[in-house]
């Protein structure tokens, strides 16, 4: 329906001058990331995202995935895509290479999901959740288990699930019932009913691989007692051939607002008698082993808020350049103009680039931090990664996918009467992003995330480390010459101060009232994400700057990114001061009320 | 699927209260409003709304309108409950008594057409734009128009619509291309085509009355040259029986995002020579002629806004009531507890029935405006009442159709995963509430037309006025005891301040720098209706404290409202004072790109 092109020159941009690949690729064992190599990975990505991909975003939300005796169809032209992008090896890209996969660094693979995501989101989610399936069997599994699913599933000859929810076990995973029971060969017997599993049954492989968490019989209570599960729908021999059906169905999809071509499935476990699966790593450390990948997993939906918004904006900026209507506000000239001249019209498009832009370089950063945590050689700088990409990680998740649903919104309303017909497709996006703060942890338990997890378990360390390394930056973007500069450095060392002030609020309030501060934390992760997204801004106003005086700028680019970063410094950034009083101050009726009362 | 039941206590004391609906029951004409037949009219809507039209939301959402044949089948069971709206008298409530109408001020009409709106929106859309028609004939029609036309209009056996928008001609109206050629006869031959004509078309009635914006041969260009026309479907006959078909027909259905049970009409005029027509009043007048119901369908959209937020609030408290999961974040016991008793979920109902309560005295105050205007025997009265309705009627439409997307989205997120099924209701309220900041004027151009017509054209009179209003209730309330009067007296105050400055360099930069306006117009609306917001909230609050010493009073709800009110003043007055530096210095960068740098 509408068009996408990957924004290659702003990716590579972040990349290089917001968040320092080249600091990453000299990483051990990303030697191979070259700056020839990120080109071309990231011009064959773009094309395949633009041509076979995008295209089918509309005709996916039209047609969903269908099931019909168990059978699931995915719409039409999606398995085929599937096999496009299969083999040309994208499956592989962050993967283990003794196994088939590429190896390259996550700073790099998130810039290509990205445009899977941006072209098509429910296309996305396959390779999204098998990525969980196999960082979890990276990790964790057996040999044995490596050999007869990794490969197969780093190449995407088969697709891996992950099996957590139950009607009553969402946010409270530890409420799990689905039973796993000893069989005498060492396998085990799994029955029950999972819900809400993404791509559980499609037609785009011959075997799916579902990763499953299940209770044995002598486990303890609640998140202690869970235990992680292979349960492949066909049985897989020695050789890798396969075998017998498993006992396990899919009993239903999903009828949702948005990401129709993603099949939701209810997932039937040993409706005769008990689906074979074999137990990963020990029983019982199912829940700990679940966060091996769920940084990750959250990362990955974080960015889907930015890259819908991404896509929503090149619409928006389509329809904005080609929609005439009323005359200028100023000037005698009574014709009428495009759109994208109106100063509100104007606005909301660049409310869109500039808080996109800046969510990109957050999702990219903390990719960034999760590569230096893992393969950074100097043990400080790993932990001090680890640390940062840990208190990024739910800032990135809720932040970006608020904006996702926010975004998209402004995306709609700069269509006017034709964004509310689905035909235009403003609809599909708005609808699509509106799941990204509820999956893989809503965004309220995010908020809690950050305040508990990660700021007051470690007395505020890593947020205030941030914090200082943040305020450097509005130090130095302050001492620069121009309007822009001062602007920028005045209003984000504004922000910064708020945050510390309120961070040092949740250190200091946390361990006595823990209601205030969860009262407050879904607007303490707001401001905190506003502002590391000026202090990314402002560093790309700074590259820009410097970019600038070299022979060949792109100067247009250029100009750009700082009057783009002015526009974040003048229109989001003082959010964060107008939440302080919020976070600090506005927990005192929020438990108020007798429920009888509402 | 979810049940609806009207909040007639919140809005009885919306009423008397914080509005003051006795003094409007005292204005000339209205004396047959009495509490006995407040009371009553209230009960007797509140009980076809709960019975008959909410059960039929998620039918018509599922099945919509469907097109045939140029025969439009409204979904399931809307034409019974559409006649037993009619036959109940519920149509006639505000309208001139000469004619069949009741006669109630819209001040009590507002709070009836609410529960129709919360009980189901796209069924609301036909009286609400039959109203239009019916205030535009009551108004400009002739004697022989408001024979043939009004009664059956206000009795509900016929329904009329608007036909402004066609395809070039949405938000700049002054772009209709419609034509009108007189006959000798004194009637006109219409051709054109009208899109997004809501109950354009459908099975209701015998006959629908469309009223048709068009030019005629010698009208001027632009807004100047348009003239209003009565397009009946059947024409009419002297005796008001039903004569031959016009040359006019329903070419399209719409496929929207929400309001689906709502016919949205493709109209073609004239296919076969013209359709007859009826000029209304004298050409080239229609646009000034609309203005007479803009301000009152501009209202009425506002009331959307809060209504299906209303929905989605007590869907959501039903189902935050309802659904376990996750011990309590204090206190020792592991066993899960009712949602409702998290923090982060009690913030977001807080958020909205705090917001929700604001909107709604928002809307019955720009009702009781509207009563004023037109029926204060004080020519002053009357005038100033009339500039406040001109000023609240821009704030209320787009303020609370912004809070009828954000909060309908909170109610998806309190749902978790299940928001984001179709079968669980809440998406719904969601895609609904999306076509409300659109339609009847963009909140875009809402903004500007508060910005330049109603501030900058007094020179801030009407804005400084009410000011002043607030700013004495700030002062009250700071005076009575106890910490959360004092907290809304201080936040208020704070908030009335910041308006005030952004009034004052509104006045002053408009008539320099109307870019300079325009890119903060959005923000400005948003700040002054938060603190409208905040000063009836204040209100509500004195009254409850007043009420509570009184014998017999409700504490529990009477308290609820304090409490409420001090989450108001807490978490959502503190954006007014956020807002003051983005409508000031925002613009900056606002025009500063060039259009190929998007």
Redesign the interface.
Known sequence: MTAYNAPIQDMRFTLNHVVGLSQVAGLPGYDVVTPDLVDQVLDEAGKLARDVLAPLNWVGDQNGSKLENGVVTTAPGFRDAYWKYAEGGWNAVPFDPDFGGQGLPWTLALPIQEMWTSANMSFSLCPMLNQGAVELLQAHGSEQQKKLYLEKLISGEWTGTMNL?EP?A???VG?VRTKAVPNEDGTWLITGQK??ITYGEHDFTDNIIHLVLARTPTAPA?VKGISLFVVPKFMVNEDGSLGARNDLRCAGL?????IHASPTAVMAYGDNGGAVGFLVGEENRGIEYMFTMMNNARLGVGLQGMAIAERAYQQA?DY??GR???RA??GKD?A?V?I?K?????????CM?SQIEAARALVYLTASALDNAHRNPDADAAKAANALNDLLTPITKAWCTDLG?ELT?LG??IH??M?????TGA?QH??DA??A???EG???IQ??DLAFRKVLRDGGQAAFALIAEMRATATAIAAQSG??MA?MGANLSDAIDAVETATKWVVETGKAD??AV??G???YLRMFGVTIGGYLTAKAMMAANGLMREPGADA??L??KI??G??YA??IL??A???L??VT??????????????
Chains 1, 2 share one sequence.
Not at 254 to 258: C, F, R, S
């Open positions: 929810t009553q969402g946010s409270d409420a819900i809400f609640g999903e009828h949702k607002m948005g900026v904005a350049k005439v209507q009323s506000l100023t009574p009428p495009a994208i109106h100063p509100d019209v104007r606005r909301m498009l660049m680039k649903v919104s709609v309303q006017g009467g964004g509310f017909i689905e035909e609809a708005y609808r509106r799941i703060p509820i999956y809503t965004n309220g908020a809690n309007d822009d602007t823990m209601t969860a009262s934390a879904v607007s247009k680019f100009d750009a009057i783009t002015r526009f003048d229109q003082p959010q001061r107008g939440l009083t919020v101050q506005g927990h005192r009726a929020v438990m108020g009320l007798s429920d009888d009362q509402f």
